[in-house]
């Protein structure tokens, strides 16, 4: 198989993988949403496939969601959330590809740009669809959307994503690279 057909298998996964989590997620009514399962199939595309698809599935994602099952609510939610997952899997993807290292340190960092880049984009989006002011999108609905109500969610990326990425490259799926070159997975 080649490398394209095989990136376009691994990006149709992660789709499905972000369809079908928040139905497990929302097992839990206290926190399922608040573990933000969409983000982390859309940041593993970005890692593993590259920025295209990361973008792609990233801003398909929450629409083809509610289109199918009705959530989450298209306005101002879902565009929001498609402009959101669209720049993580866009900046985790080309960070990463662009790393001179390709390890966990390179792996958070840009774990953790792609997280601020995104919450910035959903809120600047959120600004676009309600406004500014008092009847519209304020300051502390930017804070408790994008930090407060999402902690669990980012604590549970900081976690899984590299733990995944780790995963993928001691089985040799996924390698990490120095300078061009794949790290043995001893030498992590």
């Known amino acids: 198989?080649?490398?394209?057909?095989?990136?376009?298998?691994?990006?149709?996964?992660?789709?499905?993988?972000g369809l079908v989590l928040?139905?497990?997620t929302g097992q839990i009514p206290q926190i399922g949403n608040m573990l933000l399962p969409m983000h982390i199939p859309v940041l593993l595309c970005g890692l593993i496939c590259g920025w295209?698809?990361?973008l792609v599935?990233?801003?398909?994602?929450?629409l083809l969601r509610?289109?199918?099952f009705g959530m989450p609510l298209l306005f101002p939610t879902g565009v929001s959330m498609a402009f959101e997952l669209a720049t993580y899997g866009l900046v985790i993807g080309w960070l990463y590809s662009h790393s001179r290292w390709q390890c966990v340190i390179a792996l958070y960092r840009c774990l953790i740009t792609a997280m601020l880049a995104?919450?910035?984009?959903?809120?600047l989006v959120q600004i676009c669809l309600l406004g500014l002011g008092s009847s519209g999108f304020t300051w502390q609905m930017f804070m408790a959307g994008a930090l407060l109500k999402a902690i669990p969610g980012i604590i549970l990326q900081l976690i899984l994503v590299p733990a995944v990425m780790l995963a993928l490259h001691r089985t040799g799926l996924v390698p990490f690279k120095k300078e061009g070159r794949p790290v043995p997975a001893q030498a992590q």
């Open 1 to 17: 198989m080649n490398k394209s057909t095989k990136m376009l298998c691994y990006a149709a996964m992660f789709l499905a993988l």
């Open 22 to 24: 928040p139905f497990v």
């Open 52 to 54: 295209q698809y990361g």
């Open 57 to 62: 599935i990233g801003f398909v994602l929450p």
């Open 66 to 68: 509610h289109m199918l």
């Open 118 to 123: 995104g919450r910035l984009v959903w809120g």
